[in-house]
Nanobody
Framework: QVQFVESGGGLVQPGGSLRLSCAASGSAFSAYTMSWYRQAPGKERAWVASIASGGDSTNYADSVKGRFTISRDNAKNTLYLQMNSLKPEDTAVYYC??????????????WGQGTQVAVSS
């Protein structure tokens, strides 16, 4: 089964940038629609951005539109989230999620373990 492992989180000052990565094991990465979610302390997990399996379509939450860019490299089995102009309210644990349809008409969903992003001066 495919597993996802996030990396790239850390502490950054307001206005700074970070790039998160989500590395997939196995060879089925290109079949998954991929998304980034985040969960701030005391809040529910929230959707941030999604990208189609082929990378030709992306969508963003209004709160990050124009500042974050989701991308993927299927040859490297890796998903990215470039985060610019970071704000303290972007502080959260960031998770990647992969989804693909199964042969039985269901949807397989796999989450990564998360990476912490803290935006503070």
């Amino acid at each position: 089964q495919v597993q996802f492992v996030e990396s790239g989180g850390g502490l950054v000052q307001p206005g700074g940038s970070l790039r998160l990565s989500c590395a997939a094991s196995g060879s089925a990465f290109s079949a998954y629609t991929m998304s980034w979610y985040r969960q701030a302390p005391g809040k529910e997990r929230a959707w941030v951005a999604s990208i189609a399996s082929g990378g030709d379509s992306t969508n963003y939450a209004d709160s990050v539109k124009g500042r974050f860019t989701i991308s993927r490299d299927n040859a490297k089995n890796t998903l990215y989230l470039q985060m610019n102009s970071l704000k303290p309210e972007d502080t959260a644990v960031y998770y990647c999620k992969g989804q693909r349809p199964t042969s039985r008409g269901l949807v397989e969903t796999i989450w990564g373990q998360g990476t912490q992003v803290a935006v503070s001066s």
